[in-house]
């Protein structure tokens, strides 16, 4: 299987290598939609681990690539008053009646984003969502995560439960910052996961923003004059890679935004979070079209299986409406996931340097001897050996330090990849030792030899003493 992440960013699979056809694009939206969002390339049954699913093959992710990012108000200057956490105020939210004529260009603090036209071009040439299973099951993932709020209001919106789910601290211990959200500037938040949807109206014209046009993800769905290309593109007609005057790459404006709205939290994500709730509310996708005058035409809350130009609102973003109050929603998982697996490998890393280090300590002690003769009874030696383990172990689980540094509070397992290494250069230092000392392997013993005038005993070593002595 084939995955792309894109600008928000997410990863993508195209499972054949061949476009989906209509149906099978509605019922993995569908799908999507109903909170099925997690991949599992393993086909163990992790009820019982010993037995395989029947029926299923081994899954294999061969790609992972970004989604084009060709929306850039590089030129613009930032609109007065302009704050990313209120989409209603945006100047190209210009909807009439589900209708929109013209984007007015979209401000993204000199930041490509992606569009909806190239994301669905992407999922319609094959490519699809990927959220890891594994990282799903891992001890860093957060719920919560599938229906973020950007910013905390006065009062912090409560997740199922009783955690908050708002701002840029979340995940174990809250510790793991969201980039972007929170009382984040502009530009990090269109650098990470921006809100809601930007859709390229077909009277879009080329600016001078820069864009980021991925190779394999640009090849998928662009190929000039081939009329099987344009039929992943909404409007049917292909939106170029070279797009300047002089044929060269550059982004595009005019862009329309969008975003869809759900009149509460659990319209959208019933399905999910109550078990005893039939699968008909969450499988809502947002659509768009082009009419014959080249307006751009949406459908809210529509049925994914025949949104055929549509994406799962709850694998991206929507606001919910109470009265005069509007709660915006992202949904961070593939993001959040690809983070804080880095973070936790990070800090796996760094406490594999400690526990190597102990080894480094122990064979340093003496160029000679074997560490069993000349023992462990070097105070000083046996504090640092101590104190370098504490300082690590408080780097990892104490919580400000975990935010200041950006560490995360390990399982005891994860301590361990660093072990097998210890050991190597523990058994591999007392084994150039005991060469050095008594020969073996064809390699005659070092001996000692005495000066006949001055009675000065030198050491004659043997080819390990002469090669690794230091």
């Not at 569908?30 to 037995?51: C, H, I, L, Q, T």
């Not at 699809?128 to 299973?133: A, C, L, R, T």
């Not at 994914?304 to 109050?325: I, Q, V």
């Not at 709660?327 to 490998?345: C, I, K, S, W």
Request: glycine letters at 10%; hydrophobic letters at 35%; aromatic letters at 12%.
């Amino acid at each position: 299987m084939l995955y792309f992440s894109f600008a928000y960013p997410y990863q993508f699979t195209q499972g054949t290598g061949k476009a989906f056809s209509d149906a099978q694009y509605g019922e993995i939206n569908n799908a999507m939609a109903k909170g099925y969002m997690f991949w599992d390339w393993s086909v163990v049954d992790r009820e019982n681990s010993d037995n395989t699913l029947e029926g299923y093959s081994q899954g294999v992710v061969n790609k992972c690539v970004h989604v084009p990012r060709v929306i850039n108000s590089n030129d613009e200057a930032e609109p007065s008053g302009y704050d990313w956490g209120k989409p209603e105020k945006f100047e190209n939210n210009v909807w009439d009646n589900n209708t929109a004529t013209s984007g007015e260009g979209s401000y993204t603090g000199g930041r490509a984003v992606a569009s909806v036209n190239h994301i669905i071009a992407m999922k319609r040439a094959g490519w699809i969502e990927y959220n890891p299973f594994a990282a799903r099951m891992s001890a860093f993932y957060d719920s919560a995560w599938k229906y973020w709020e950007p910013q905390c209001a006065t009062t912090p919106t409560k997740c199922p439960g009783t955690q908050n789910c708002c701002g840029s601290i979340s995940g174990v211990k809250a510790v793991a910052t969201i980039q972007g959200f929170g009382q984040s500037g502009v530009d990090a938040h269109f650098a990470g996961t921006p809100i809601g949807y930007r859709i390229l109206p077909a009277g879009s014209k080329h600016t001078a923003g820069t864009a980021v046009f991925p190779a394999q993800a640009t090849e998928s769905i662009t190929k000039k004059g081939d009329a099987a290309f344009d039929k992943y593109w909404m409007g049917g007609k292909q939106m170029p890679e070279l797009i300047g005057h002089d044929g060269a790459r550059g982004s595009w404006g005019g862009d329309v935004y969008d975003i869809p709205s759900y009149d509460n939290y659990d319209k959208l994500t019933s399905d999910y979070t109550d078990t005893a709730q039939p699968a008909k509310s969450a499988n809502k996708c947002s659509s768009w079209e082009f009419d014959g005058e080249a307006n751009v035409k949406r459908t809210h809350q529509g049925d994914c299986k025949s949104a055929t130009m549509g994406l799962a609102d709850n694998m991206y973003s929507w606001m919910e409406t109470a009265g005069e109050s509007i709660t915006y929603r992202v949904n961070v998982v593939n993001r959040m996931l690809q983070r804080e697996a880095l973070a936790f490998a990070q800090t796996s890393g760094f406490t594999t340097i400690i526990v190597v280090q102990w080894a480094d300590l122990m064979i340093c002690k003496t160029r000679w001897l074997s560490i069993r003769q000349q023992g462990m009874s070097n105070p000083l030696m046996n504090f640092g050996l101590l104190f370098e383990t504490i300082l690590g172990a408080a780097v990892c689980f104490v919580p400000f330090l975990n935010v200041a540094l950006q560490t995360r509070p390990l399982r005891l397992t994860h301590w361990f990849p660093g072990m097998p290494f210890m050991v190597l250069i523990f058994m591999y230092d007392e084994t150039r030792k005991y060469l050095m000392r008594n020969g073996g392997l064809g390699i005659p013993p070092s001996v000692d030899e005495v000066d006949v005038i001055s009675g000065q005993i030198s050491k004659k070593y043997n080819w390990v003493g002469v090669n690794t002595y230091y």
